[in-house]
Structure formats: C-alpha cells, structure tokens
C-alpha cells in the first residue's frame, strides 16, 4: 500500500471527532487553519485520503486500490508468486582416461523462478555411475557472459550488470554457466504455454529436440538388467534355489522329473570330517571341514570347523551346494560310493583326506553292503617343545621387584603389590646398630639402619676428626642381599651377628635402647630377644651356674656384662650375644652396669618355682 502525496501532521483537536480511531490523520500541507482532506471514491483521484473504513471494505469485498492510480500492477512476487518455468538440456564432459568412451552426457534440469529470475539446476540421477549428482546449481540469479570471460553467479543485485532471462532459454540455445555449455532441448507443457502467451515464442522456439546418443550409458543400462535379472534378459546363470521355490508357492509348474529321490531321501546327507594338510606350502597349515553329500540330487557341500582365536578368517563355505566334478574333463562326478574313510579326494586343485564320519553314515553304508574302516586320527601327534622360562640375572637399576615385573607382566608391567597392613603397622619402624668392619684394622665404625615396613637397609658412617677418612653415607636405602640369594629380614638383625653386604663383614655390636625395647615386646619375630626362652634355655644348667659364682666370685660377688658372657662360655650354655644381652638387661634394669650374682641365682629360682606350678 502506498500513501496520498499528502505531508502528516501530529494535530491536537481535543474531542474532535478526527481521534476516533486512535491514530494521526492523514491531512493535506497547508498553513492554519489547517482544512481536512476528502475521501477519494474513484482510483483516479490520489488528492484525497483513503480511510480506514475504505480499506476495511475494500478487503471485505476483495478489491485491491493500491496503488491507487489506474496504472498499478501487482508486484512481481505476487504475480508471479510459486511460477517455476522447467527446461531440460544436457552437456558434454570429456573423458580423459578411458578405453570404452571418450565424453559422456550429462542431463539436468533448469528451474526458472518468474518471481525474482534465479535459476536452480539439478542434475539427473543416474544409477550405479559413480559420480556425485543432485544440485549442480543452487537457486540464485546469474550472470551473463561477455568477452569469453568466466560467468559466475552473484547473491547481489548490480544496475550494470545483465542477467540470464526466460528469453535466454529458447529450445535449441546453448547458455555457459560456469564454464560448462548447457543445450536446451525441450521443456515441460506449463512452460510451453506460458512463454507462448507472456512472452511471444513461437512454436519453433518450443518445438522439442532429442538428447544424444550416449552408447557407455547405454551398454552400462544391459549390463544392469543382466545383473538384475529383468524378465526376458538372458543372464546365463542359475536360478537361485530359493527363487524357484518361492515361485512355486506362488503357482508356477515346476518338473517333478527329478522328484523321485527327493521324496525318497528328502534332507538326508551323509557327513564325513575331511582334513587339508596344506603344510608342503609357505604359510600353510593342517585345515579341518566337514563334508555334506546329499542323497536326494547327488550335491556336496564343504563347510569350514571354526576354532575360536585360530586366526583365520570364518567364511561360511568352502564349496556351496553343487555337484562335485573329478578331476580331468569335468563330465564325471563324485558320488558317495566313491566316498570311503582314507580316501583322498580332489576338491578343486585341493588334495583332502576323508578322515571320520558320523554314526549315520555308516548305518547307510552298512545297508548297501559296504563296510567303512575305523575313523583316523583328526589331529596328527605333534611333539610338544617344553619351554622354560629363565629369569634374566637383575643388573642393577631399579629394584628387583621392578625388573622381575618388566620379565613377567608383560609390555606395561604394572608396579609391585606391598602387603598393605605390614606396611601401615611398621611404618616408621626403623632398626639401628652400631657395626664393624671387620677386614679393616682402622676400628671403623658404622651405624646400620634396617626400616621393617618394606625390609630395607641403609648404611650410614659417622665423620670421625683426624682419621683421615670422609664420614657419610656407605650404602643407599635399598633391599640387600645374602650370599644365598635371599634378603635379610628383621630376624637376622641382632648383636653379634656377621652381615656379609657387598663383599664386606659388618659385625653388629649393639643396639640403642628403642632397638632393643622393640625386640623384647615383638618376642614372636625376634626369639633371640625372649626372655622367657633364654631361660629356657639356662634353666637345666642352674646348678653348674651356681657352682660357678661361688668358686670364682667373693667380696662383693658383684658380675659385669663379661662375666656373665665368660660363664655362659665356661658352663657351655648355647647362648649368642644377643641372648646373654637379653638376659642382663633383665638383671641390670638400671643400667648400672654391675650386679650379684645372687640376684641370678635367685631370678633362676622364682622362674623354675613359676615353671613348676
């Protein structure tokens, strides 16, 4: 709708009546008092105003006024609104490589919208061409071509620029879009009769043409009826099994000339367990089938025995359905008499042995007086290799847990399990002892440290001034070995005892005082530092230990640690260091450093009257 040549003014009437549609009023331009334009009532007349009743009569009665001079039109989206002109051409696309053809026809299709002049082309579907097809151009307005030059199609209107129109497309022009040449060779009835009425074609300028020939889509066409079994195409081949069967439900005749031994035998077949030894052959192997011959047509089928994980690949047949031929000029062909257990038979060039066969076949047999041997053996004796795994000797880096896992857990070897509760009870439990080296004459001492929680040791030398030898760490935390090849556990940690570490003789002298407390408490790891079995132990041989603090000991009778050791040497007690220890710290609880010898007569006796309770 256009608007009258006449200017709008925002008035300001009050309760003029001219507000009763709630809108501004379209008035003529001219100076106060301002005078109220009329109503048109003919299209002639664009001076006045048109109304809003008007309007609202004029769509009740479906008149159209705009625009509102006898020369209007409707617009070209409503005149044209969903006209699509179609015309069908083709073009030629040369073919390089190729011995069958040397171009081939493509046909499309040109959509024309009327509307806004674009163009859409589709291009015709062919089946089993390999070559993408569908939209060739999508639907937009384009350019024509001048000079030679490239066209293009453009989204973009241009003043300058000239455009393919319907009076392009006349039956038997050649039109360049994008440097192909399409040929228009006819196009659909609507068209014909529209550019006949609005644009003055003849009917030379719609009269039809023929699209060329095209021989490779021609012949490509035969190829696929004989493939596609269309009726009354020969394609030399046998009718599917079930196609003959299906069309015989449906009430084709079929010959019962060879009826007889179906109705006979139906789907009886004989089995038979065949083996291929194809060894003699690079790559080859010993293969297993099952062979079906079928009494009712004489046919045998070959059908592969599937082992899970055997690395072939599970095709479901060697040999389909079908006659087997012998071997020669292909006129013979095997029957079951020719079927025997040992027998070797020719399967296509195959060399295979009937090996077994089932309790049935052999019923058969036996019923025409041929007696079967016994079945052979389907899997040849093959001597087994016995292979043992040697462990690598461990050099050096890492712990040996983790180099025994590289040799057994495979390409990522996950990390070694630790006994979790072992580790979180002795976390922190760390054994330490003072040592000697004993092939060095230089009294160097060590202090060895032994942690329980994962059954390592470390080696540490305290720096001694003047001696001429740097102090530090000797050995690094790690798991140490004995000659034998086992580790040293916390039981072997106890004073007096000889640790063979690196081709070096530690001996250990002693223990400080939370060493010892740990040992005496945990009497079931550490025997040595039980108390109640050094007793034991001493307590047969109380009186020669009596005897003995009385013949040597006066005065005082007070004892030191090395008396206690040259007593339990003299009286020929089985006692080591670390139980003679054992022993004195439970005499000398205030670490005096002496005390009687009564008060070990005297602890020997309250432990024999406990005992004999």
Same mark, same amino acid.
């Given at each position: ?325 012998? /071997?020669?000029?292909? @006129?013979?062909?095997?029957?079951? !008499?020719? +079927?025997?257990? %040992?027998? *070797?038979?020719?399967?296509? &060039? ?112 305290? /720096?001694?001034?003047? @001696?001429?030898?740097?102090?530090? !760490?000797? +050995?690094?935390? %790690?798991? *140490?070995?004995?000659?034998? &090849? ?128």
């Amino acid at each position: 709708m256009v608007n009258s040549p006449v200017q709008r003014h925002d008035l300001s009437l009050g309760d003029s009546p001219l507000l009763q549609f709630g809108r501004p009023t379209t008035v003529p331009s001219m100076d106060p008092p301002f005078v109220l334009s009329k109503e048109v009532n003919t299209p002639n007349d664009v001076s006045g105003r048109y109304s809003l009743l008007r309007q609202k009569r004029d769509r009740e009665n479906n008149q159209i006024a705009l625009p509102f001079c006898p020369e209007s039109r409707l617009p070209s989206f409503l005149e044209h609104d969903r006209r699509v002109l179609l015309f069908n051409v083709y073009y030629e696309e040369t073919v390089l490589q190729s011995a069958t053809e040397d171009k081939r026809i493509m046909k499309c299709k040109i959509f024309f919208y009327v509307e806004d002049g674009t163009i859409e082309i589709i291009q015709t579907k062919q089946d089993n061409s390999g070559i993408p097809q569908g939209v060739f151009l999508t639907r937009k307005r384009v350019q024509k071509i001048f000079g030679g030059g490239r066209g293009a199609a453009v989204d973009t209107d241009d003043v300058d620029t000239e455009y393919y129109e319907i009076d392009d497309f006349k039956i038997g022009n050649d039109v360049e879009i994008y440097s192909r040449i399409f040929h228009i060779v006819d196009c659909n009835e609507s068209t014909k009769n529209y550019v006949m009425e609005h644009h003055g074609w003849n009917q030379g300028d719609v009269a039809p043409l023929s699209f060329p020939r095209d021989s490779f889509a021609e012949g490509n066409k035969a190829k696929m009826q004989k493939e596609s079994g269309v009726p009354g195409v020969d394609r030399k081949r046998k009718m599917h099994d079930l196609k003959e069967v299906m069309e015989s439900m449906l009430g084709k005749q079929v010959s019962t000339t060879d009826r007889g031994a179906f109705l006979t035998f139906g789907q009886e077949a004989l089995c038979f367990h065949i083996i291929w030894d194809d060894r003699e052959r690079l790559y080859g192997d010993i293969q297993y089938y099952r062979l079906f011959y079928y009494l009712a047509d004489d046919n045998i089928e070959i059908q592969p025995i599937l082992k899970k994980n055997d690395g072939k690949y599970a095709f479901p047949k060697l040999l389909k359905r079908m006659k087997l031929p012998k /071997p020669g000029n292909g @006129s013979e062909y095997y029957s079951w !008499k020719d +079927l025997c257990i %040992g027998k *070797v038979i020719d399967i296509f &060039g195959r060399s295979m042995q009937l090996a077994t066969c089932d309790l049935s076949t052999r019923e058969h047999y036996k019923s025409h007086g041929i007696m079967l041997k016994s079945d052979m053996p389907l899997e040849p004796e093959i001597e087994k290799i016995k292979c043992v795994r040697q462990i690598p000797p461990y050099n050096g880096f890492g712990s040996e847990e983790d180099s025994l896992r590289s040799c057994t857990g495979g390409i990522n070897p996950p990390p070694a399990k630790r006994d979790i509760t072992v580790v979180r009870e002795k976390l922190g439990v760390i054994l330490r002892f003072n040592a000697c080296l004993l092939s060095d004459e230089t009294n160097r001492r060590f202090v060895i440290q032994y942690f329980m929680e994962n059954d390592t040791m470390s080696i540490q030398e305290p /720096p001694i001034q003047n @001696s001429g030898i740097m102090g530090g !760490k000797f +050995l690094s935390r %790690g798991v *140490v070995k004995k000659n034998d &090849g086992d580790i040293y556990l916390a039981t072997d940690m106890y004073t007096g005892n000889v640790l063979d570490i690196m081709c070096h003789q530690f001996e250990l002298l002693n223990a400080d005082e939370y060493s010892y407390r740990l040992m005496e408490n945990d009497s079931k790891t550490f025997l040595l530092s039980s108390y109640a079995n050094v007793i034991a132990k001493i307590e047969s041989r109380k009186d020669d230990i009596c005897k003995y603090f009385a013949t040597e000991y006066s005065g005082e009778n007070k004892i030191t640690f090395d008396d206690l050791s040259t007593c339990s040497e003299r009286v020929v007690l089985s006692l080591n260091k670390q139980e003679i220890l054992t022993l004195w710290r439970k005499l000398d609880k205030r670490r005096k450093g002496k005390v009687s010898f009564t008060k070990l007569i005297k602890l020997l006796e309250s432990e024999s009257h406990q005992n004999a309770v």
